[in-house]
């Protein structure tokens, strides 16, 4: 199994930008595939960005497609998600997870998450 923890959310003015940063702990990092959930208040789960475990393939999801970067450094066992222009509906909690995968672009393929981090995106 593979602990994780997200920092770095908070409060921003539409347009700003705010990074990421989701820890993680436990067995081999590069092991996984990882991605980038978000859940706004009475909406469901849904993925925001996915990285491939060897780093060469990413999703996005369409909302954020061309604002938002995800990437990894397997040395500090941590996944980033630059998240830039943001937008009021951007606002969410936002979860890191792990897949035994090479890439998971649906959250059954996730066992492990993160307590999330809240997202504030003021208009």
């Known amino acids: 199994q593979v602990q994780l923890v997200e920092s770095g959310g908070g409060s921003v003015q539409a347009g700003g930008s705010l990074r990421l940063s989701c820890a993680a702990s436990g067995r081999t990092f590069s092991n996984y595939a990882m991605g980038w959930f978000r859940q706004a208040p009475g909406k469901e789960r849904e993925l925001v960005a996915a990285?491939?475990?060897?780093?060469?393939?990413?999703y996005y999801a369409d909302s954020v497609k061309g604002r938002f970067t995800i990437s990894r450094d397997n040395a500090k066992n941590t996944v980033y998600l630059q998240m830039n222009s943001l937008k009021s509906e951007d606002t969410a909690v936002y979860y890191c997870a792990a897949a035994l995968a090479p890439v998971g672009t649906i959250r059954h393929q996730y066992p492990y998450w993160g307590q999330g981090t809240q997202v504030t995106v003021s208009s």
């Open positions: 990285l491939s475990r060897g780093g060469a393939t990413t």
